[in-house]
């Protein structure tokens, strides 16, 4: 009876060779030093690695709103349901304001709670893995469209000066607030973003307080409108007429992502409370860890020239420029 040949058990393809080398030279499974660890390339590896066994978290902006608030037909508050409409700030001298920018306040990523639940954190640090806004601006319909051009963008990007509070500062760091936290995010914008600026000046390179990813202008399609703006003249005296527009541009729709993928450490401050505030004094929900030490993420409208607009006069909402906006934080802390 003749031998038999002897066969291969091997199933699949064998792994090593070049095959194996080209993905070891890509950063696959390769070996690093602790400083190495935390690169853009390992910490995109280690992150597919563990994401079957990690539990993803996410907090929404009107999900918070609604476990925050009473009442979520109120827009105004701390924890404001992001969803209802918004007057942007155009003209100084009627709104109180002074800047040529309104921040966007990036609350599911500046504010965090502790719990077990989907959209809290177990410790004081989490894995950010991105965060993404969503914005739509409403323009003024009817007799009261705007009729002057102006340019308007959304700006969007990370504040890299940190806000660094510690026991030794003038503010401590068990103090600190959102309302605090925002303040020094528009004052770092300020340098930037002031309509006080001369658009023509050389800015220093030696300090940089910001890092803008996204500088979008906001500009409506007014060729997909069906019914665009339009024109008409109406006779207010005899022998004197007036211009009048009509109608209405479209809505705009800009989104903005950030690609986070880095570790976040947060600090117990100071909670904020109105009479909307639905969580009561030492409930979980209400405890404000804030990012002191690290970037801060912002989104701000900025209007070069506001002042050529038609000052808004009216509380009518059908008269105001508005948006609505929602934010998504997509995060591990496992």
Known sequence: ????????????????????????????????????????????????????????????????????????????????????????????????????????????????????????????????????????VDFPIGSDVLVKPFKMYLVSGWVTNPLNKNAHTLIHEADVTQTILNQHVETNLLEYFDDKNDTLEFHKKTRQNIKVESYRRILPKTAESVFGQRTHVEQVAPGSSSKTAAGAPP???????????RKVHYTLGLSESDGNTLPQAGDTELQNYYVNDGWIPFSCFYMPDWDQMVPVNSTVPTEQLTFRHNIYHNYSDS
Do not use: C
């Open 1 to 136: 009876m003749p031998g038999l040949t002897r066969q291969s058990t091997a199933v699949g393809k064998k792994r090593g060779g070049a095959r194996m080398r080209a993905a070891t030279k890509k950063g696959y499974k390769r070996k690093v030093t602790a400083r190495g660890a935390y690169k853009r390339p390992q910490k995109r590896q280690a992150y597919r690695s563990r994401k079957p066994f990690v539990e993803g978290k996410r907090r929404i902006a009107s999900d918070i709103s609604r476990i925050m608030t009473s009442n979520q037909t109120v827009a105004t508050g701390f924890y404001k349901q992001p969803l209802l409409d918004t007057q942007i700030v155009i003209n100084p001298t009627i709104t109180g304001g002074g800047n040529a920018f309104q921040n966007i306040p990036i609350t599911v990523f500046n504010r965090m709670n502790q719990g077990f639940n989907d959209f809290e954190m177990i410790g004081t640090s989490i894995f950010s893995r991105f965060l993404k806004i969503k914005v739509r």
């Open 251 to 261: 809505y705009v729709q800009l989104n903005h992502s950030w690609k986070v993928m």
